[in-house]
């Protein structure tokens, strides 16, 4: 059985993520309060396996986590993009105009607006987390109360869908990591086929210092898929930068990452996975 920590909630669509990526497996979930809790479980035990939300195609990144990522031991070992569908749940028997408050998550209230416009005297209640709040919806008894979570969520707290698909834009998919390390590192990626890469590293504050890198890149034939960059804490006006590369030939990426290295410093490799691809269906 493999055992896998998740930020927030059972129900959550970090568990969501993880059941869907290890289909078919019997899995144990380790819920964790926040994504730091996350890294502070993987270093009590190597062989516990993270799932954690990296960016989401309308909020955009979680700019904390790929400094997390960058501090542990831990690599990316896969990455899994979910289809993010909310339902609105309460107690069973409740019906939608009895209710008088809505909680969520921040970010799941705000990608459910449009919905929530059509309860004007519904008051709106942020929470920690979608699956909490449903959690605690069961556990108080809060006959006026719903929340915004998942379906999988009110399954598991015994709660009634009273609308489902509420978010506002269908296209709503946000990309999860899967973590892991050391023999737990080679056990996820045993049947993988590596063409998927995430690094970090710094540029001086010169002139064309990035359109340097990326012109390397090109010659070896490496698409960039992603790019973020952060500020370096204490050095003003300064940046590093996390990019996502893929590839078709593993050699020439690894001469790749040579040919860059006279060009940048501080260079880590945060893993080298498999890309998963994704229709992105407005089904």
């Not at 996390?242 to 501080?266: E, G, K, V």
Request: hydrophobic share 40%.
């Amino acid at each position: 059985m493999k055992r896998v920590a998740i930020q927030g909630g059972e129900g959550s669509f970090h568990e969501i993520t993880a059941r869907e990526y290890f289909k078919g497996e019997e899995l144990e979930i380790v819920p964790c309060s926040t994504f730091r809790d996350i890294f502070v479980e993987t270093r009590k035990d190597p062989d516990l396996i993270g799932v954690m939300a990296i960016e989401n195609t309308i909020a955009g990144s979680l700019l904390q986590n790929h400094d997390l990522l960058k501090m542990s031991d831990v690599r990316i070992a896969g990455e899994h993009k979910l289809r993010i569908s909310h339902s609105l749940v309460a107690l069973p028997g409740r019906p939608i105009g009895e209710i008088k408050e809505v909680m969520s998550h921040p970010i799941a209230l705000m990608q459910c607006e449009a919905f929530l416009d059509t309860l004007p005297d519904v008051k709106i209640v942020e929470h920690e987390d979608t699956a909490l709040a449903a959690r605690d919806i069961r556990d108080q008894q809060m006959i006026s109360t719903a929340a915004i979570c998942s379906a999988l969520a009110a399954e598991k707290y015994g709660l009634e869908v009273l609308a489902s698909g509420i978010e506002t834009n269908k296209r709503n998919f946000t990309r999860f990591l899967i973590l892991a390390q050391g023999e737990m590192l080679q056990e996820v990626q045993k049947d993988n086929h590596i063409n998927k890469s995430s690094l970090v590293f710094v540029l001086p504050h010169n002139e064309g210092s990035l359109s340097q890198v990326l012109s390397v890149l090109s010659f070896y034939n490496i698409n960039l898929t992603r790019i973020q960059s952060l500020p370096i804490i204490g050095r003003e006006w300064e940046y590093q930068f996390y990019i996502d590369l893929t590839f078709t030939d593993y050699n020439r990426y690894r001469q790749s990452i040579d040919a860059i290295m006279p060009l940048i410093s501080r260079l880590k490799v945060l893993g080298e996975y498999r890309e998963e691809k994704h229709g992105f269906s407005e089904e």
